[in-house]
Every structure is written in structure tokens, then in C-alpha cells.
């Protein structure tokens, strides 16, 4: 079984804090995601990497940069929160022509 | 217009009743087709993929897909309530094998 992991489920920061989301998967994927969700928007691409140190922008990048130090691992960073990032974010990964697996998600709230 | 469109729903339907869920997409070079389900506060699940025009059984679940049309559906039998949350059509584009694009979502109700 695909397992894809993130670091916290639940997360309060706040405002102007530094935050890290981490997103581990353990079947060898080339390829990892980071999406937000929030309701009547549907899942949103932030970043997506497609090997180490590799990384692009998806549809919302903005506020947000990313880390690919090692093919397991995929880090969200925020620089700066602000309250407008509070949302569910949701890491995924896949190999090149295969579904995406997703992680269990974190609820981040920005006070 | 949207790369992938789902009603939003919510669609409603009675215990043990057909649940048909629609999903069109504008890229005619899309290669791969896909349903999540997603739970209220969890993250999306695969349930079915497809490929191929025709239709693909899985349990009570079928997926149908008609390229020329530029649509894929998917049916749910015998709905229970446990069947009730958000579904989620993605399709893998042919612009980049590399990611899915999502559509918004379609809350289904199975009432008891």
C-alpha cells in the first residue's frame, strides 16, 4: 500500500509565523504535490516537484516556496502567514502515468 | 471555461437508489480518468479509474467514459449512506503526465 504522511493534522499559527508542512511518502514516486482545499473552491495546486530540488508552480503559488532535499520528502513552507492561508492542505505524490495517493492532510489555522 | 466540471450537487438520493455522477472535461487529448471519494474533514480516496471508452465495473461501482463526448460518469448501485461525501473527477490532461487537474466536487446524499 501507497503510504503518504504529513507532518501534523491539526496546526495553529500565527500571523507572520514561519510555518513548515512536511509530506513524506514511502513508494518511490518521482513526483509530489501540495494542494489546498477550501470549501467551494476544490483542491487548488500550490507546487508540485518532479525530482530532487526540482520544483514548479502550480495555480497558487503565491506566499508559499517549497523544498525537494530528498525524493521521499516534500516540505510546504509559509514565509509569512496570514490569516487568508488558513485552509486544508494536502500533499499527494504519484509516478509519472499513475494516480495520485494522498496524504491524511493538515487543517492550519492562521490567527 | 473550466478544464473539468462536476455539478456541484448536492445530489440526493434514497437508499439503495442509482447514484449517477457526471464529470466533463475540454481537453480532448486526455488520456486518464479518475474518481476520488472524499469524506467531510478527510482526504480524497481513489475508487476508480478508466482509460478505455466503455464502461468499467468495480463492485457497485462503474465508471463510463465516452471520449468523443468528452464525458465520464460514474454510477454508484445499491447506494448506501455510507456512500454520502463529496466526489471528486480528475483528469490527467496531455499537456503533462505529471499531474491531475480536479474538478470542484459533487456532494452526494444517500438518505436512509
Known amino acids: 500500500d501507497v503510504k503518504v504522511t504529513q507532518s501534523s493534522r491539526y496546526l495553529v499559527k500565527r500571523t507572520g509565523e514561519k510555518v513548515f508542512l512536511e509530506c513524506v511518502q514511502d513508494?518511490?514516486?518521482?513526483?509530489m504535490f501540495w494542494y489546498r482545499q477550501d470549501p467551494g473552491l476544490g483542491l487548488r495546486l500550490i507546487y508540485f516537484s518532479y525530482d530532487v530540488k526540482m520544483k514548479e508552480k502550480g495555480d497558487i503559488p503565491e506566499g508559499y516556496s517549497v523544498s525537494r532535499e530528498k525524493k521521499e520528502r516534500f516540505s510546504l513552507i509559509l514565509e509569512s502567514a496570514s490569516t487568508n492561508q488558513t485552509s486544508m492542505y494536502l500533499c499527494?505524490?504519484?509516478?509519472?502515468?499513475?494516480?495520485?495517493?494522498f496524504g491524511p492532510g493538515t487543517r492550519l489555522t492562521v490567527l | 471555461q473550466k478544464e473539468v466540471e462536476q455539478n456541484s450537487g448536492p445530489l440526493s438520493v434514497p437508499e439503495g437508489a442509482i447514484a449517477s455522477l457526471n464529470c466533463t472535461y475540454s481537453d480532448r487529448g486526455s488520456q486518464s480518468f479518475f474518481w476520488y471519494r472524499q469524506y467531510s474533514g478527510k482526504s480524497p480516496e481513489l475508487i476508480m479509474f478508466i482509460y478505455s471508452n466503455g464502461d468499467k465495473e468495480d463492485g457497485r461501482f462503474t465508471a463510463q467514459l465516452n471520449k468523443a463526448s468528452q464525458y465520464v460518469s460514474l454510477l454508484i448501485r445499491d447506494s448506501q449512506p455510507s456512500d454520502s461525501a463529496t466526489y471528486l473527477c480528475?483528469?490527467?490532461?496531455?499537456?503533462?503526465?505529471?499531474?491531475?487537474?480536479f474538478g470542484s466536487g459533487t456532494q452526494l446524499t444517500v438518505l436512509p
Open positions: 513508494m518511490d514516486h518521482e513526483n
Open positions: 480528475a483528469v490527467m490532461t496531455s499537456g503533462s503526465a505529471r499531474q491531475l487537474t
Open positions: 499527494a505524490s504519484k509516478r509519472a502515468t499513475d494516480t495520485q495517493y
